[in-house]
């Protein structure tokens, strides 16, 4: 989180663009983000704040036609309108966040196209911060009670809350300039994206491998399979116990076979039935969690659990447990401060971020 502070107040006067350039780098550098980014997406929020009627009173739709319209944001290929739309209702989502927190009495729906054009660049929860207090100041005559003028931890942890585990909603969208992490060979993972740093210490810790020599698909699903072996890989692949193999649907030959095998002896699954295991099914959030507490419950280091703060997660539930523990020990935060989506799909960037917060 960012301590530096930026009145952007004076931009809603100012006509000198360079100006404005210089005080968005200043505030971007501050978070450590790249200047290639800044400096498109201001050029982006500047063209559209100057265009024709951008800031009277239109149509959702009017108003992402202007945004499909910029120079630096390349939706060929991967949903043209489709996408901006699906971004700006996680756009719409990410601003109330912050206007909750700030307690500020203001519509939001001037706000919303900036926050949608910083997330089809793909900024960082503290951009986008960034974002919403440049666009306080651009915009005349909106007043947020101070947002233009500094920073508020609080708006930066909510945001970071919702956009680590959010759906794919709330993701960045595939840019032309996106610049892969360095060290990686993956264009497909961005500097800044929450799973960056898990994905390095994934492939470093060989608990994965990419999709191909190139990608990586931090939003491809993860099945059952895959998610214990990278568990099982995390956990320094141990060999099983000699033994039969209980599952009917887990051949010899099978990658995950080890992974399998140990997870069942070790009582961190018992499959699907007592005689399948499901490899290929997909796995969710509740279940990847649940491996997760098990190893650690086995070994006395499932301490430090909360009250979930969920509204989806009842005590009853199977995964209830695993769930409070992951929130008291910074595991996961949820898809929002009060949902966790147990029983979405867990994505690949998911899982090496639960498991690169567990045992990092």
């Known amino acids: 989180i960012t301590g530096t502070s930026f009145d952007f107040s004076d931009l809603a006067t100012t006509s000198d663009v360079s100006a404005d350039e210089n005080a968005f780098a200043t505030v971007c550098g501050s978070v450590g983000w790249y200047r290639l980014q800044y400096q498109d997406v201001l050029s982006d929020i500047l063209q559209y704040a100057n265009t024709k009627n951008a800031l ?3 149509t959702d739709v009017s108003k992402m036609e202007k945004i499909a319209g910029l120079d630096h944001i390349d939706l060929d290929g991967v949903g043209g309108m489709a996408t901006i739309s699906t971004t700006w209702v996680a756009a719409k989502a990410a601003t109330s966040i912050v206007i909750g927190v700030l307690g500020a009495d203001v519509d939001s729906d001037e706000l919303v196209p900036y926050v949608t054009i910083g997330m089809l660049h793909g900024l960082t929860p503290d951009v ?6 440049l666009a306080a100041g651009m915009l005349p005559g909106l007043s947020m009670d101070g947002l233009a003028e500094g920073h508020y931890p609080e708006v930066y942890m909510s945001l970071m809350e919702y956009f680590d585990e959010a759906d794919l909603q709330a993701k960045p969208t595939q840019l032309k300039d996106k610049v892969a992490v360095s060290g990686l060979p993956f264009g497909d993972v961005a500097q800044g994206a929450y799973y960056a740093d898990p994905v390095a210490w994934a492939v470093a810790n060989d608990v994965t491998t990419g999709m191909s020599a190139t990608t990586f698909s931090p939003d491809a699903s993860c099945t059952r399979a ?12 141990p060999e099983p116990l000699p033994g039969d193999n209980p599952f009917i649907d887990v051949p010899a030959e099978a990658y995950y076979r080890k992974a399998v095998l140990w997870a069942s002896q070790n009582g961190i699954t018992t499959g699907t039935s007592v005689r399948t295991f499901s490899p290929d099914d997909v796995c969710t959030r509740a279940q990847v969690l649940t491996f997760q507490w098990r190893v650690r419950e086995k070994s006395g280091g499932a301490s430090g659990g909360v009250t979930s703060p969920f509204g989806d997660v009842a005590s009853g539930d199977y995964f209830y447990d695993a769930v409070s523990w992951a929130v008291g020990n910074g595991i996961t935060v949820g898809t929002s401060p009060t949902t966790f989506s147990p029983h979405d799909q867990c994505t690949r ?6 498991l690169y917060r567990d045992f990092v």
Do not use: D, K, M, Y
């Open 226 to 237: 895959q998610a214990l072996t990278f568990l099982w890989r995390a956990c320094g692949s």
């Open 56 to 58: 009277e009173t239109g």
């Open 128 to 133: 986008v911060g960034v974002l919403l207090q």
């Open 349 to 354: 960037g998911q899982i090496v971020t639960f």
